[in-house]
């Protein structure tokens, strides 16, 4: 160990380099530059370490400058094989799949604490002293799982699983915080983690099962504290305490964990560590001209990528700056720079129910609460976030609203150690080179004449930055009609880079009284005339921020101001109040069929929970192995005119670069395979750019960030560039079209029969883009066979195709290439055919690297060049009768296709058109349209989730025309059995009006119908609605797979291969609960293995809802041609058991092994419809245009279901995913480039728990055996999601509540996916509306 920091850079030469040196008094050092030989005195810090040392799972790991200082933890528990249940995904700190535990000292307490953390944001070494918990440190199934594991399965809430670790640690995480927690405390902590799949409330249901109030029914119950460490210690054989865990090298330091100052000189760049001010002074002296960054939770690369600690030389870890930590409430509140948003989040709170405290706690508990995510929060310091709106001047910073609206004055230091204090609006016009943010003084207000609130409205309830965030604060006479006695302070974030206060607001209402109504309108006109917002296609719409900021204003003066405002207007004062969810789930299982028909949990969940469950990027290395990505274009409609990779391939660690003229002889440039009408689409551009994103080369690398890095310096030109096309609406205007994709279909007379209706309206309606969000992204691993084939595994939901695709592009026979599949992390159709595009590449750089490579596209790449689900726009003219029934309906429907027709399921518009109801003329014309934008893909419910919304918008104008409730159209409008659908498709079986009565009955409908009016009547500014929506849905059964079933002669077991995939809807764990009930075994007794082209060969894609069935009824063949070949020696024996009878036909040669390939029957080959219906209510807060899902009660026709727990867990997440289609996700582009801006977790907004329902009651009908379907049962993949548009007309009913009030209801278009601003729009908010309604 050096005793002096050991790189000082020579004054003469500017070299940097460790002079040996003797010390001359008072640290200060003298030697010769080993360069240039200058004599030069330099001040000596402190004694440093060169290492840092750290704990994973009670095992200690000591790491100096072999790793470079950019290396996160995540990337190194990877990439090390310590953790790779630790997944990664997003690397931005939004998804949470990469969440462990860390307990460190903090210095705030004085005592060592545990926080669940983001390993993607955490570097590396950061983590001296720290001791890490990752999923394998909890539990698993060979030695028993951790009791969060245990819930998490009993609940059923790993589906695919990729998100199940990270659900589970942040769980864990909290637990230890806080082990008895109420089941508020348990939801609100639920704000790191998405999941695509489940849909959040059986995760929510097993993690409030640890809550100190849960119900009885939930089982579980509180942990003891000691429950929460069960794992068993090896010395001692009891539960571990983590007494003998090894010894750190704080153990040996006396100091507190992470205290000693560090020094690692990495090849590239350096990493210090201080441990005091003065310290960090002389660093900051020493580097304040450098490329340097300060550290300390490394979350603001979340946000700003250029953050990114790999940009840096010079990166100084600030956490041990034991001075930092100040937390002081009295006289006056000051906090030290590092406390992070956790410290202040719990000393606002720990403060708040003491009255003598300061009065804006609770609401800045309430604000703070509300940033980021717990995970992020626990890392991220205030100073950081101010720093982010220091350096961008547009981020919208919530402690800047927060420390502004009170006028807090920071404290800064120099590298002279010099002080000074600034307030909040000098600050951001500070020269912060070379300086340090040391703490904040944040002013108390003793007089109780003081008002000071904050609000935030953000495109999703959790994990999102705002729109706009807003801070007031008053001094008012409340005796003087709320005079306002001193210049208030108006703060607002997400207007403009430059506007952070509204002055001349301010001005004007110095000395008015805020009381009075002219006054108030006033005020709002001088607000809305100085809120300019800026423009740009990523941000909420400039006159949306415009009208939110004059509606929070508003909403803070009914707060303040309640007494001078009527009873309804009130609650105009407060945002949405979301109480604890709970929810329901209700069905039939007829235990005398069980292991069928049983509720049980899939298979393979307790792998998953555990981390065990390997994805293709968690699988070992192979010592030769290398990774490739993608260079990928970035303007959507241009010539490649060249790509010169000699800069990337200068980088160390770089192996190759590929472009498509290196594909092989006679091997195809296409990740599609040319079957059903498919058309080649490049994998790697070959001259024309289609869209921003496409893949144009290769880059192979030692390691992923190499390999990026490396593509990002390839430098691309283009010739010819023109204005991409990725607006579907210009694209029309354009005529932008795909010939000949599907003719129209007419059935009956439209024409006429419209002409002839009573009544005829026309009109538009339009529904976007969907982003799969799989949390897996597509990936490939390949390599190369010892006999000229390749071996595959990758990410595709069709391992046929797959298969094809890499023997068409190496120009090798399909039976030399076997991909294989054991599960993936979601896929929703994206990894159909686009998983070519990943694998197809990786096959390509293994073929021609002659190694194994490995593939995984990065999360930002996933969402640029992957196509999305399908937008429509429809023009549509209905003819009905007075009553609402249909006579005649043309629908013209578009559907972006994107850059080829692929995937364009244009016939689910046929399909689908009518819903559930019955018209005798139809005329449907889609039309396919093509813009610069990659293929579009098919998305759960392809095609017939916006189809259907296309419907259900039909019925609702029709309804409002006619003044008439839509539910009454609706129901007007169902078929009835024998009916046949606009597809020809006769209704044999059709249980529809049944199951909507019986649903009214269940949910209180038409009693909910009434309370919602009445609450409509009681509140001017909230309003709800309340819709309900049939759904018939088409499942076809055509089509094929292998299915193979073997029994083991030595002791019975059973392994089934099939052609389907495993991708979280739990094909596995029915095909081996149809293989119990067929043989008569125990489940246990069952393994199903991966998927694989070779033993599975001409299975057709997992899609369309029906693989578990088509599958199932794989295995039912298997079985019985198995029972047929034991049956005659099972007649020769004496009642054996299953082994004894296994044994005796392996003794006497009986084939235990059987293969089917599904056909469908005669009966079941023309499908069968799946009938569901839903009741949804809503409310909206009229003034933001925020809307939550109040209760959603759901009934749905599932047969028989095979496994009534997987099927709810399907409608569940299913019903969720639409939720995010209609309510949060909107996909958006540059107009300029054509390059998806919505390629990252910070605009990509996906639902999380409080998106759901807060009452969610969910029923499979009973007594319904579903006639054609196998084993009577009925799907629950893709139908549910149909049921999310229910929510949009729910808020679109509150919205015309609204309208009404001005006069204004009639009816109106409401696109989805609705946003907050589309709400408020649709309400027709203005500011001349905001009275106090005397
Ligand atoms: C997923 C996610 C969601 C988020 N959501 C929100 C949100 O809703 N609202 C919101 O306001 N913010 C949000 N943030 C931003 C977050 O609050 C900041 O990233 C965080 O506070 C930065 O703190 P840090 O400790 O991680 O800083 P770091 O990332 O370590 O540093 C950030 C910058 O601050 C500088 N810095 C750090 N400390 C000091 C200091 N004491 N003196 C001088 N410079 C310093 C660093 O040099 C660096 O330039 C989000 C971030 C993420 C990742
Ligand atoms: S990978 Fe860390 S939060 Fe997404
Ligand atoms: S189970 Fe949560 S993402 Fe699949």
């Not at 030469?13 to 200060?28: E, I, M």
């Not at 005329?923 to 296309?950: D, E, M, Q, W, Y």
């Not at 292998?1042 to 739990?1066: C, K, L, P, R, W």
């Not at 990252?1240 to 807060?1254: F, V």
Request: aromatic share 8%; glycine share 8%.
């Amino acid at each position: 160990m050096l005793p002096f920091l050991p790189s000082v850079k020579c004054p003469a030469c500017d070299v940097s380099h460790t002079p040996l040196a003797g010390q001359l008094k008072n640290g200060v050092y003298a030697g010769s530059c080993q360069n240039c030989g200058y004599f030069f005195k330099f001040r000596a810090v402190e004694d440093t370490a060169d290492t840092v040392t750290f704990s994973v799972n009670g095992a200690q790991y000591t790491v100096g400058n072999e790793f470079d200082p950019a290396t996160s933890l995540n990337e190194w528990l990877r990439s090390q094989q310590v953790s790779t249940g630790t997944k990664q995904m997003c690397l931005e700190g939004g998804c949470g799949v990469c969440l462990v535990s860390v307990q460190l000292y903090e210095p705030v307490s004085g005592t060592k604490q545990v926080y669940t953390v983001n390993s993607c944001l955490v570097q590396l070494y950061m983590c001296d002293g720290w001791e890490v918990t990752t999923i394998e440190g909890l539990g698993n199934p060979a030695d028993g799982l951790h009791p969060v594991q245990q819930r998490l399965v009993d609940y059923n809430g790993s589906q695919c699983g990729f998100c199940s670790p990270g659900q589970v640690m942040n769980m864990y995480g909290f637990l230890q915080r806080n082990p008895k927690p109420t089941k508020q405390q348990v939801e609100d902590n639920f704000d790191a983690t998405i999941c695509r799949c489940t849909g959040y409330r059986p995760i929510l249901d097993a993690m409030k099962s640890f809550a100190v109030d849960t119900i009885p029914s939930q089982h579980g119950g509180p942990l003891d504290i000691e429950d929460l460490n069960p794992k068993v210690c090896k010395t001692t054989n009891k539960p571990c305490r983590r007494r003998c865990r090894p010894k750190t090298k704080d153990d040996a330091n006396t100091g507190p964990s992470g205290s000693v100052p560090l020094h690692i000189v990495g090849e590239r760049a350096q990493w210090l560590k201080p441990t005091t001010l003065q310290a960090l002074c002389a660093l900051l002296k020493q580097y304040g001209g450098a490329n340097y960054r300060l550290v300390f939770g490394n979350t603001g690369y979340g946000v700003y990528k250029e953050l990114g600690p790999w940009m840096y030389d010079i990166l100084i870890d600030i956490r041990g700056v034991q001075d930092f930590y100040r937390m002081e409430t009295s006289p006056s509140v000051v906090v030290g720079a590092n406390l992070s948003l956790t410290n202040l989040r719990e000393m606002f709170e720990r403060h708040a129910s003491d009255p003598s405290t300061v009065t804006y706690f609770p609401d800045f508990a309430r604000h703070v609460k509300q940033v980021a995510s717990n995970s992020v929060r626990n890392l991220a310091c205030w100073a950081g976030n101010l720093m982010l709106k220091h350096t961008h001047p547009d981020f919208v910073s919530d402690v800047f609203t927060l420390f502004e609206t009170v006028g807090a004055q920071l404290n800064i230091v120099d590298g002279e150690g010099k002080e000074s204090s600034v307030n909040l609006t000098d600050f951001l016009t500070t020269d912060l080179k070379g300086k340090v943010v040391v703490s904040a003084i944040l002013p108390t207000f003793s007089t109780d004449d003081v008002y000071i609130r904050t609000f935030r409205v953000a495109q999703r309830l959790q994990l999102s930055h705002g729109y706009v965030v807003a801070g007031f604060n008053f001094q008012l006479d409340k005796n003087d009609n709320f005079r306002v006695k001193v210049k208030p302070s108006i703060v607002f974030q997400g207007i403009n880079a430059t506007t952070n206060h509204a002055t001349t607001t301010e001005d004007f209402l110095t000395g008015k009284q805020l009381g009075d109504p002219a006054i108030l309108q006033e005020a709002l006109t001088t607000l809305g005339q100085e809120m300019k917002p800026s423009s740009e296609p990523i941000l909420a719409s400039p006159e949306y921020r415009q009208n939110l900021a004059c509606s929070l204003f508003y909403k803070f003066v009914l707060n303040t101001c309640a007494d001078k405002c009527q009873k309804r207007y009130q609650s105009g004062g407060t945002g949405l109040y979301r109480p604890v969810s709970s929810a329901v789930q209700t069905f039939d299982s007829r235990k005398e069929e069980w292991p069928l028909n049983q509720p049980m949990t899939k298979l393979d969940a307790a792998y998953q929970v555990c981390g065990e469950a390997r994805y293709v990027d968690d699988l070992p290395l192979e010592q030769t192995e290398l990774y490739a990505t993608f260079v990928i274009s970035t303007k959507g409609n241009a010539k490649l005119a060249s790509m010169d990779p000699s800069a990337a391939l200068a980088m160390s660690g770089v192996y190759k670069f590929i472009q498509a003229s290196d594909i092989p002889t006679g091997g195809t440039n296409s990740f599609t395979a040319p079957t059903g009408g498919i058309k080649p689409e490049e994998f790697l551009c070959s001259g024309q750019v289609l869209y921003a994103g496409q893949p144009l080369a290769i880059i192979v690398a030692a390691d992923p960030q190499t390999a990026e890095t490396a593509a990002s310096m390839v430098k691309v030109t283009y010739a010819d560039g023109q204005r991409p096309l990725s607006d579907m609406k210009e694209a029309i205007k354009q005529k932008s079209f795909f010939p000949g994709v599907l003719a129209p279909r007419v059935v009956g007379d439209p024409d006429q029969a419209i002409a002839q209706s009573a009544r005829r309206i026309t009109g538009t309606i339009e529904c976007g883009l969907q982003a799969h969000f799989h949390l897996e992204t597509q990936n490939g691993r390949c390599a190369p066979d010892d006999d000229g084939g390749m071996h595959v595994q990758c990410t595709t939901q069709d391992i046929g195709v797959t298969a094809q695709v890499v023997a068409r592009i190496l120009n090798i026979p399909q039976s030399a290439v076997t991909v294989e599949v054991k599960r993936l992390g979601g896929a929703f159709g994206a990894k159909n055919l686009r998983n070519g595009m990943a694998t197809g590449a990786c096959a390509l750089a293994a073929h021609i690297m002659r190694r194994p490579i490995r593939l995984c596209m990065n999360f930002h790449t996933n969402l640029k060049s992957v196509g999305k689900r399908h937008p429509y726009y429809a023009q549509y003219e209905i003819g009905f009768t007075e009553e609402g029934k249909l006579n005649g309906v043309s629908v013209t429907a578009y559907a972006n296709c994107g850059s080829s027709p692929n995937e364009n399921l244009m016939g689910a518009v046929f399909d689908n058109i009518d819903n559930a109801y019955h018209c005798e003329n139809w005329r449907v014309t889609p039309i396919a349209v093509k813009t610069n934008t990659a293929c579009n893909a098919s998305c759960r419910g392809p095609g017939s989730l916006p189809t259907h919304f296309i419907t259900e918008s039909m019925m609702d104008h029709v309804a409002k025309t006619l003044g008439k409730d839509p539910s009454d159209v609706r129901k007007v409008n169902l078929y009835t059995k024998g009916q046949v659908t606009p597809g020809g498709k006769r209704l044999d079986y059709c249980n529809i009006a049944a199951l909507v009565s019986q649903l009214e009955a269940s949910s209180g409908f038409q009693v909910r119908k009434q309370q919602v009016a009445l609450f409509n009547q009681a509140n001017r500014w909230k309003k709800r609605g309340i819709s309900m929506i049939p759904v018939r849905y088409g499942i076809g059964l055509g089509s094929h797979y292998n299915v193979f079933v073997a029994i083991y002669g030595s002791d019975g077991t059973i392994a089934i291969d099939h052609g389907g995939i495993e991708m979280g809807q739990g094909v596995n764990t029915k095909v081996a609960q149809v293989c119990a009930y067929e043989l008569g075994v125990p489940m246990s007794l069952i393994r199903v293995k991966k998927s694989s082209s070779t033993t599975n060969a001409n299975s057709s894609g997992s899609n369309s809802s029906h693989t578990s069935e088509l599958t199932a009824m794989g295995v039912i063949e298997c079985c019985k041609t198995l029972k047929s070949r034991m049956d005659p020696i099972r007649l020769q024996m004496d009642k054996p058991s299953w082994t004894q009878l296994v044994s005796e036909c392996y003794k006497k040669g009986v084939d235990l092994s059987a293969t089917a390939y599904t056909v469908a029957t005669s009966s079941s080959g023309s499908g069968y419809n799946v009938y569901a219906a839903i009741v949804t209510e809503a409310e909206v807060d009229i003034l933001t245009g925020q809307s939550q899902i109040l209760r959603s009660d759901l009934l749905y026709d599932c047969g028989e279901s095979l496994n009534p727990e997987l099927d709810i867990g399907q409608i569940e997440g299913g019903f969720m995913m639409g939720l995010g289609y209609h309510l949060t996700e909107k996909v958006k582009f540059d107009p300029t480039t054509g390059e998806v801006l919505t390629d990252g977790t910070w605009e990509y907004t996906p639902p999380m728990p409080k998106n759901l329902p807060i009452n969610f009651r969910v029923t499979l009908l009973k007594n319904a055996p579903n006639p054609v379907g196998v084993l009577r049962s009925k799907t629950a993949g893709e139908p549910p999601l149909m049921l999310s548009s229910s929510a949009v007309f729910a808020i679109k009913q509150a919205v015309e509540a609204a309208r009404a009030e001005i006069g204004q209801d009639v009816f109106f278009t409401l696109n989805s996916p609705v946003f907050a601003e589309d709400i408020q729009a649709a309400c027709m908010v203005k500011p001349s509306q905001f009275t106090f309604g005397q």
